[in-house]
Structures are given as C-alpha cells and as structure tokens.
C-alpha cells in the first residue's frame, strides 16, 4: 500500500540474525527468509510495555520476511499463528466463489493479524504483502499459555482484540454515514496519522494498494475513487501523481470528514431552514477511520 523505502526508522529494532525455521517448508533455502524478535520488541510495536521480567527479555518469536505479492495465508488455512506486523504493508481481503475480492483492511506496522479467526479455528480471509515486509509469528498455543501464566499477557492479548473491535466499530461508521469524499478523506487522513505515529511523514507517503482495491475497502467505485482523488487536487488538498501522495491541507481535509459548525448554521439561513441544516450535519463529528487489518 506505500513505499517501504523510507522506513528506516522501524527497521532495525530486534536482531534478524539469528534462524528460526519455524513453520517453513523444510527446505534449506527458505530458513533465508526467518530471523527472529524479541517479545518485548512486539509488545512495544503494539505499543504495550511488558514488566523488567528477565524471562520476557529473552523470550524471542520467528521474524518472518515477506516478498511483495507474497500470501501470509489463505482463508480456510487452520489457525496456527497470530501475526503483528514490524514493517511492510498487506492487504487483507475476502474472496468469494465467483472469485470477486473484498478488501477489509490495510495492516501495517504495529497491527495483528488473525485475531478474527479464533472462534472458528481457521483464518477467514486472505492476507497478500503489496510491499516488501517482515511478521512477528506468534503461535497461537503459546501465547495463550502466556495469557494463562502472565496477567500482563492477558491484559496485551486483550488489547489486541479491543483494537480489532475499534476497527470494525469505525468501519461501520464510515461505510453508514459518510459521502464519498468524505469516506476518502478520512482514509488519507488515518494513513497521515499512522505514519506520523511510526515517525514518518504525515503529510506524504506512497500508496501501494491500487484504486481499484481502496474502493472496495471503502464501499466506492473504481471511477468514483479516481474521480475523487482528482477534485481533492484541483482544489489543493492533495496531491497525487502515479501512487505518490502529498497532503497539501489537512485541516481541509478533516472539513470534509468533519463540516465545521458555521456550515450548519448557513445552510440553516441560505438553503432551506432545518432539513438543508440537517443535510449538512449529516456526517457525524467522529474521528477519521482507523484503517488496520
């Protein structure tokens, strides 16, 4: 979904040296792409910090690298890992018999992946890199052997699905409430936040995931999104050439996701009374989607 280029500042935070063929296929040459991660190292790119507990200082998790176009799984695959993302950028998207795909998510660094399929024992969906990334592989088994033996485990596992119930919570709103531009804006808006929290630019990054994907994440059409996209240039929003983007105005943006009280007030005395006052509330004051996998 974006250039990985620049992001260095997530790059070296646990060591890669050492093997953990773990999971791989037996073959010598796949060992090439495991390294392995710190448990305190995951927790703090969820943003949890773990207890000085010598046992989780030396507790490590295969670090899996991921090629571009590469699957993490497949939707029907059983449930052996849960995964958090240290760098890269995925696509997690649902694929009906007719082979039509849904995309329901964009993880990046500091999401989990799976989180979903517990109940069912089996992932539920397709996960694709549409960057060059690495994956923390927790298995499943063990963390929830850590969750019985360690309150600050449980608590970390707990978040985890919080945040996925947050993220579905936001989904609904945005796909039941907002316009078009309005599903956009906050789109770019929640990427501008990501990055920024990760240390990155807020204000201009790459897409990886193409039009034709972000309108099925969002509920809109191919030409609607592109459409889109082209008027929040002409009016100096953004700026999008080939899959760069630069964010020209912010604050315009966030007008759009969240209409400014005076619009309220002047559709109430030029347009109509209280049914045009009504139509231009019609976005809720909320904050911009939280776009995670």
Known sequence: MFSAASNEPLRERCDET???????CGDPRCDLNWGSVRFIDIAALLGIALPADPRFADMTFPLRRIRAGEVLHRAGDPLKAIYV????FFKTVSIDRAGAELVLGFPMAGDAIGLDCVDSGHYLTEVVALDIGNVA?????QLT???????????LLY????RELVHKHAMFWVLGTLSAEARLASFLLDLSERFGRLGYSRTAFALRATRQEIGSYLGLK?????????????????????????????????CIVEPPRQSTEAAREHNGGPRAAMRATRTPRRPPLAIAG
């Open 18 to 24: 050492r093997q953990a063929p773990a999971e791989s």
């Open 85 to 88: 993302v240290r760098s890269g």
């Open 137 to 141: 592989v927790i298995p499943f088994s």
């Open 145 to 155: 052997q850590l969750a019985r033996e360690h309150a600050c485990i449980e608590r």
């Open 159 to 162: 978040s985890m699905f919080s």
């Open 222 to 254: 191919l030409e609607t999104v592109s459409r889109t996209l082209s008027a929040f240039a002409a009016a100096g929003l953004a700026d999008i050439h080939r899959r760069q983007v630069t964010l020209r105005d912010l604050d315009g943006l966030r």
